[in-house]
């Protein structure tokens, strides 16, 4: 094979998996932002969407949009729930709120395999055949799911940039007290930041459904992602995490062609680690270090 | 720790109560059969590698990769021993030193950031270390681990029964909590102290954050390190699973239930937590559910963990009289 259609092969994978790992990112930083806590269940998160993607439409026949569209809102919705049931007296508590997102995500992965089962099931794809451009081939399943993740993203941005909660959410992330002193009220925004960006996990795991396997376990792995991407952005930057998403997804899937994944791992763990030494703001050095 | 205050003398019998009672509990494995000296042996193992948590924990730092520097304990000192004929004792220590070394490498790049990065890290870390090991199966084994690891021995007696073993985990286990009542009563346990209530306070006063964060977490990777070599010598058999993501949060389950601010919190955790899954066998699910809700109750109506039951009875018992 040619090795130029080769390298375009692997932007294009790199960009799938980029999107994967932003949409984690972004909707971690956002929990981060808004909690000041680790969500250790955001992973969790990324799985049920999985799953209930994966039951919408096996078991009840529904179109992939609309399970989609489902999954996302009923996220939001046990986000929010969950947030104001079992996080509200750990908000802000850094240390014990994280433990007690360890605690959600074990509650969480264990429900899940008890009514799910360990195996892993596989999803049919979305769309048949094959899109070519040049010498290159893409499944129309993949085109499709980068369609729909872009799609979020350009909702998400203009809930952010242009609505009123939006923007308000912003203000929280960027500075809780000056945000409340302007009439922003937290009763409000901490289930909606929570349910928003646990969200966007499920969002990822109900787009990538089709495309990888779906089980319990499937939320170890992005969530990983979404902590070296994290760290990569500088922590609590948005559009941090946004760009560090997508530029660690190029380099995995560029590494893929010369070394096995785990090696990548290793090299790209090590990259981090030099990056938190020489520039421990974040590749766009808008995080707090 | 400057907690109990009180009288001298009737506070100095009480401890001799105290301790009888435990060293009736700590020799009673031995006359209670194989199983019963397991769980102990386990117990002994998990209160050592706790410890170890319990000291980074201190400085207000959790660490999410604990179980990978048992594991680079473990299979440092298994593969020299093995591989290179190494004396197992001199094996054991410098896999401990290792798991030191690694930690302080680690430790200089992520305790100069905020306290969430050297989260988000180690449990990076944790992770990391898992693949390495399964993917480095030339040495490692994989997958499959590493079987038959000779038992451990000192100057040539062989701990290679369960109560030989036992009699060298108490040991040690005992020496760990020891070392941490001297830890916390010294210059630096107070030093750590200080660091952890107001970290701008204590740099201010001249103590460098960054520095005492960095010795109690190579201190506190160490006792994990050692607890991975003997786990090692003990199970006879590691693999990369024995120390995945899943023992980091069990330790640290063990830690919280304990009792974070206690350095009687990892034995009590260890102790309540260690032969728990042997009530759920065969449902590990439901053992998974449990110690997701007991951790948010924990922290919910008890933060100081189980060990603030035994503060709450001496004052019930203050006011009755």
Known sequence: ?289 | MTTMHGNVLPKERKNWVWLVVLAVIATWPWFSGVFVLHLAILTCLNVLIVNGLSIIGRCGQRSFGHAAFAAIGAYVSVLLATLADWNILLAGLTGMLFSALVSFMLGWVILRLKGVYFVLVTFSFGELTRLALLDWSEITGGANGIANVAPAAIMGFVFDTRPRFYGLALAVALLSIWLMKKLFSSHFGHAIDAVSDNPALAESTGLSVHKIQLVAFVLGSSLAGLGGVLLARYIGYISPESFNTSASIAFITMFVIGGQRSIWGPLVGAVVLTPLPELFRGAVQTQNIFYGVALILILRFMPGGLVSLMTWLKGFRKAKQ
């Open chain 1, 1 to 289: 094979m040619d090795w130029s259609v080769l390298l375009v092969q692997a932007t294009i994978n790199g960009l799938i998996i980029g999107l994967l790992y932003l949409l984690m990112a972004v909707g971690f930083t956002l929990v981060f932002g808004v909690m000041r806590m680790v969500n250790f269940a955001h992973g969790e998160f990324y799985m049920l969407g999985a799953v209930t993607v994966y039951f919408f439409t096996g078991v009840f026949h529904l179109p992939f949009l609309v399970s989609v569209a489902l999954t996302f809102f009923g996220a939001i919705a046990l986000g929010a729930l969950l947030e104001w049931l079992i996080l509200q007296p750990f908000r802000r508590d850094e240390l014990n709120g994280m433990i007690v997102t360890v605690g959600l995500a074990m509650i969480l992965q264990n429900v899940a395999l008890i009514i799910v089962g360990p195996d892993p099931l596989s999803m049919p794809a979305v769309a048949e055949g094959t899109l070519q451009l040049g010498g290159i081939v893409v499944p129309n399943s993949r085109v499709y799911v980068v369609g729909f993740a872009l799609l979020v993203l350009a909702m998400l941005y203009a809930f952010l940039r242009y609505s009123r909660p939006g923007r308000a959410l912003r203000a929280v992330v960027e500075d809780f007290e000056i945000a409340s002193i302007q009439g922003i009220r937290a009763r409000v925004y901490y289930p909606l930041g929570f349910g928003l960006g646990v969200g966007l996990a499920s969002i990822a795991g109900a787009l990538m459904a089709p495309i990888f396997s779906v089980s319990p376990f499937v939320g170890a792995a992005p969530l990983l992602k979404a902590f070296i991407v994290v760290v990569l952005g500088g922590l609590g930057s948005i559009p941090g995490a946004a760009f560090a998403g997508l530029v660690l997804g190029l380099c995995e899937s560029y590494a893929s062609l010369f070394f096995d994944s785990s090696t990548a791992d290793m090299f790209i763990f090590a990259a981090v680690m030099a990056m938190l030494v020489l520039r421990p703001k974040g590749l766009l050095g808008k995080g707090d270090a």
